[in-house]
């Protein structure tokens, strides 16, 4: 054998085949997507699928565009990374160039198996968009919201959730939020960014998110989070036209379990989209939020989110020693392929700590550019679900931290100091809570809530008549307030004006028909008049609409034993 031959013999027995090097690549990391049925625009399943797009397969590998993974290694240790190694990208630039060979079909691996129809399996409960949605064959992209009404009889303990979007390749992302006050229009409404109606994703501890390719996630043991009657689920998905018209129309698998949560973790967010106004040509704007830990925490998973400008990200936390921790880096920000990453294993931080978000913009859009919830607004968001450290639920305290932090970056902003009251007054600082409300009225004195919730915090601290004012304006300004009308039936009845109380639930009771509280608290207002006839009446619609509602039973059992007596 000459000396060229034996020269060559390694190279050529180390050259790469579709069997034995690209199909377990492809395999892993490309064909959850690129296959029938799911987003990809063709499928990657077979040598011949997967040679007739070789070229193009070489070309978005090398660019690192495809698969589609943001962080930037060595910048947080994620979960089901989908980053190929520079020696997998390597291998297929090198398969392409040698003509992209098949190679030995014995040495093909399996085919990937995948779940057909629901990834976890049976859900407990499917829910289907109540009216689907015609997105426009041509036009910019639009955020939809599709509601659901689980109408659940009893509260249910939620293990996991699976979004199927409809048409998936129409679908870019989606969230999922639970609205525990409102009845939102079945048929949907438009709104790009729900964190304008609510200030924190809920259920507040849980991202309820889905992507192409993505897979649904279950809660570990002891995360699960509650589902009441009368809630309503909103799925904020964000369409792109195809070209022609469809219809789009969501479903939801829910997965319940019996186990109540034992670990509370916090959503929160970090941002200063108050100071995005850049200016046509900047090409490295500076955006950044900083956040002092108030208690030792886990953090556990990361979501940030920016629109077509962004262009870097960097987020860190600063421990009290001076050391650095990376979160997240990604140098190149592509808002297609956004996502919740989750750690491998918690990222654990002291008290103390400081967490820094530092997002990059690059506007060559020739004109200026500012925050706001349109696809050509910019934003600079980065959630985190963050788990305390303690063995007591201490969310509220962390909540408090933060938006005490975003009064401080806006402090003419009276919905935030209307939030702030709202947490100090759950953790029983009534005072605290007096001095926010107080804000928030002379910020703008317009606003029915915070006149209410000022109401309500005046009455803790036993000032009866400034209550009584404060809900009475808050009822003026705006008739609909229920909660406002709630808290005044109560000022009222404290006042000794029981009729005035009296018409005033009679309106709430209008308003939240299937509540048996209101109709419970006219029954005692009834009672206490002697008119045992109809407070029972009262009483009996209030158990009608809970059979367990305890306090029903004692005042009808009192009732009728006062109108049996007499008294």
């Known amino acids: 054998m000459s000396k060229l031959v034996i020269l060559l013999l390694p190279a050529l027995l180390s050259a790469q085949t579709f069997t034995r090097d690209i199909a377990p690549v492809v395999y892993a990391h490309c064909a959850q997507c690129h296959r029938p049925g799911e987003s990809g625009p063709f499928s990657l399943l077979t040598y011949e699928d997967v040679r007739k797009h070789a070229q193009q397969i070489a070309l978005v590998t090398g660019r690192r565009f495809m698969p589609p993974w943001l962080p930037d290694e060595g910048h947080g240790d994620f979960a089901?990374?989908?980053?190929?190694?520079?020696?997998?990208?390597?291998?297929?630039?090198?398969?392409?160039?040698?003509?992209?060979?098949?190679g030995d079909p014995a040495a093909l691996p399996p085919a990937p198996h995948f779940t057909e129809g629901w990834q976890l399996g049976p859900p407990d409960l499917i829910l289907t968009a109540a009216q689907p949605f015609t997105l426009p064959?041509?036009?910019?992209?639009?955020?939809?919201?599709?509601?659901?009404?689980?109408?659940?009889?009893?509260?249910?303990y939620v293990r996991a959730i699976e979004i199927r979007p409809g048409e998936k390749s129409r679908v870019h992302h989606a969230n999922l939020l639970v609205d525990r006050m409102s009845a939102p229009n079945p048929a949907g409404f438009p709104c790009m960014d729900l964190n304008v109606k609510y200030s924190v994703f809920d259920p507040p501890g849980h991202f309820l998110f889905w992507k192409p390719g993505g897979e649904p996630f279950a809660e570990p043991p002891g995360y699960s989070w509650r589902l009441e009657p009368g809630n309503s689920l909103i799925l904020n998905a964000h369409l792109q036209p195809s070209g022609k018209p469809e219809k789009i129309q969501p479903s939801i698998g829910l997965y319940f379990t019996d186990v109540p949560p034992a670990h509370f973790p916090v959503l929160i967010q970090l941002e200063h989209d108050g100071a995005i106004d850049i200016p046509p040509g900047n090409h490295d704007f500076l955006v950044s939020d900083?956040?002092?830990?108030?208690?030792?925490?886990?953090?556990?998973?990361?979501?940030?989110?920016?629109?077509?400008?962004?262009?870097?990200?960097?987020?860190?936390?600063?421990?009290?020693?001076?050391?650095?921790?990376?979160?997240?880096?990604?140098?190149?920000?592509?808002?297609n392929w956004q996502s919740v990453f989750r750690y491998r294993q918690p990222v654990s931080l002291p008290k103390g700590a400081v967490i820094s978000m530092r997002w990059h913009?690059?506007?060559?859009?020739?004109?200026?550019?500012q925050s706001g919830n349109n696809a050509t607004d910019e934003m600079g968001h980065l959630w985190l679900q963050i788990l305390p450290r303690d063995p007591h639920d201490r969310r509220r305290e962390l909540e408090e931290a933060v938006m005490q932090h975003k009064v401080e970056k806006y402090p003419s902003d009276w919905a935030s100091w209307l939030d702030l009251g709202e947490l100090k007054l759950s953790r029983l600082d009534s005072q605290g809570a007096l001095t926010c409300f107080e804000t928030a009225v002379r910020l703008d004195p317009r606003q029915s809530q915070a006149h209410n919730l000022l109401g309500a915090a005046l009455n803790r601290v036993g000032r009866a008549p400034e209550a009584l004012t404060q809900l009475q304006t808050a009822v003026q300004l705006d008739a609909t307030n229920v909660n406002a009308?709630?808290?005044?039936?109560?000022?009222?009845?404290?006042?000794?004006?029981?009729?005035?109380?009296?018409?005033?639930?009679?309106?709430?009771i209008a308003a939240v028909p299937k509540d048996p509280e209101p109709r419970n608290l006219l029954g005692e207002l009834l009672l206490s008049q002697h008119r045992y006839a109809e407070a029972i009446k009262q009483f009996d619609t209030a158990l009608a609409l809970d059979p367990s509602f305890k306090a029903a039973k004692e005042n009808r059992d009192l009732a009728i034993s006062r109108q049996k007596s007499g008294n």
């Open 80 to 102: 089901d990374a989908h980053r190929l190694t520079d020696a997998q990208i390597a291998a297929i630039a090198q398969w392409v160039k040698l003509g992209a060979p098949e």
């Open 137 to 156: 064959a041509t036009g910019v992209d639009v955020f939809w919201n599709f509601v659901f009404t689980p109408n659940l009889q009893k509260g249910r």
């Open 290 to 335: 900083d956040l002092k830990l108030p208690m030792d925490v886990d953090v556990l998973a990361v979501y940030p989110h920016a629109h077509y400008i962004g262009r870097l990200l960097e987020a860190y936390a600063t421990l009290p020693d001076g050391k650095r921790v990376w979160l997240i880096r990604i140098p190149a920000w592509d808002q």
């Open 361 to 369: 913009y690059d506007n060559t859009t020739g004109h200026r550019v």
């Open 485 to 508: 009308r709630y808290n005044l039936v109560y000022a009222l009845i404290k006042a000794g004006r029981a009729q005035e109380a009296q018409t005033n639930l009679e309106q709430v």
